[in-house]
């Protein structure tokens, strides 16, 4: 094998952000916008990189500058790189390609989905069997170098597809049986950094720590609730669970007093979903900015109530197929 190609999904947080940081479950599912990327070996000892949607056309870098500092456009493929070349004892010239369906407006985990594709396109072009738990793995260990922050659930939504619940750090991963989720997304039409919001609340968590444990319990309560009621399809109760699930993210004392990790925007997306008919909303990530997800029967006339509401629709359906190769030759 010369060349492959790879491609995972994008993730989208439907319970248990800031929770999952600290050894609570989550449940999250994968969404329709993949990102591919293709990978070639060549005999000059040099990993060139084309990231046409990062406008990134001509980099290239010398297999012993790989633990130097890089742009961050290219980062997490080159870390991805040096890592794999390690534990595997390999090395070798590449050429990589990737392209992304995933916007980088949404927070939707391009980072973690580059990441799994670059393990799952090296493993192919170097004939080493990898299990998924094995990709998640290292993929976690380069996202954590680079971030130094995170649960690892984006990668764990990029490699099994669909809805899964996760526990931090990837000690549980369990696909479930769900389907036709009738799920709306709306964007606040801002993005914020999930790495800072997350730094933030452990700040505040390190000054009344018995205060957030008991916010992380409660939300653990509901995900518990929310696994069982969305395995039966129950989407009135996951509604109603989403909702509960906001209004203990409101509780939280950072960075906004009044909204805790909400804010005034996602407020009013969320209100002009439930005066729409939604059975429930919430936010969906870090909070400030970013997305809100909602379910409801009567999708139109709620993506109609989050335009008019300042906010804009964004159209994703749950990807039930989780990283996989596209090609080889």
């Known amino acids: 094998m010369k060349k492959i190609v790879v491609s995972a999904p994008g993730k989208l947080m439907l319970f248990g952000e ?34 046409p949607d990062l406008k990134i056309s001509d980099f290239s870098v010398s297999l012993n500058d790989l633990n130097k500092e890089q742009p961050k456009e290219v980062k997490f493929v080159l870390e991805t790189v040096k890592n794999f070349f390690q534990k595997y004892n ?8 990737t392209e992304s369906q995933i ?38 260990k380069t996202v954590l170098a680079l971030q130094d922050v ?25 696909p479930l049986k769900v389907k036709d989720i009738p799920l709306i997304v ?31 319990n409660q939300i ?10 969305m395995e039966n399809s ?13 209004e203990i993210l409101r509780k939280f004392k950072t960075p906004s007093k009044e909204y805790g990790v909400s804010s005034e925007i996602i407020e009013k997306l969320i209100d002009a979903c439930q005066k729409a ?30 335009s008019q509401a300042g906010g804009r629709p964004v159209s994703v359906k749950i990807d039930y197929q989780g990283l996989k190769i596209e090609k080889i030759w």
């Open 277 to 306: 008919g939604a059975f429930g909303a919430k936010l969906s990530g870090a909070g400030v900015g970013d997305c809100i997800i909602a379910l409801g029967e009567d999708k139109e006339k709620i993506e109609k109530a989050i």
């Open 103 to 140: 916007s980088s407006e949404y927070g939707f985990g391009s980072s973690s989905a580059v990441t799994v594709c670059s393990i799952k396109a090296l493993s192919g072009l170097f004939q080493i069997e990898m299990k998924e738990k094995e990709i998640f793995d290292l993929a976690y």
């Open 220 to 229: 653990a309560q509901i995900i518990e609730k929310a696994k069982a009621a």
């Open 150 to 174: 995170g649960s690892g659930f984006d990668i764990g939504a990029a490699i099994y597809g669909g809805v899964i619940y996760f526990l931090t750090g990837g000690k549980i991963i369990e």
């Open 90 to 97: 390999i090395e070798s010239g590449l050429k990589i390609k």
């Open 18 to 51: 800031h929770a999952v940081v600290y050894n609570r479950p989550c449940l999250v599912g994968a969404v329709n916008q993949r990102l591919f990327v293709e990978a070639e070996k060549i005999s000059e000892k040099k990993i060139f990189i084309s990231a």
């Open 186 to 216: 709306g964007y606040t039409g801002f993005k914020t950094s999930t790495s800072e919001i997350v730094k933030q609340v452990k700040a505040e968590m390190e000054k009344n720590p018995e205060y957030y444990e008991n916010l992380y």
């Open 234 to 246: 129950n989407w009135p109760e996951i509604g109603k669970l989403m909702s509960e699930n906001q």
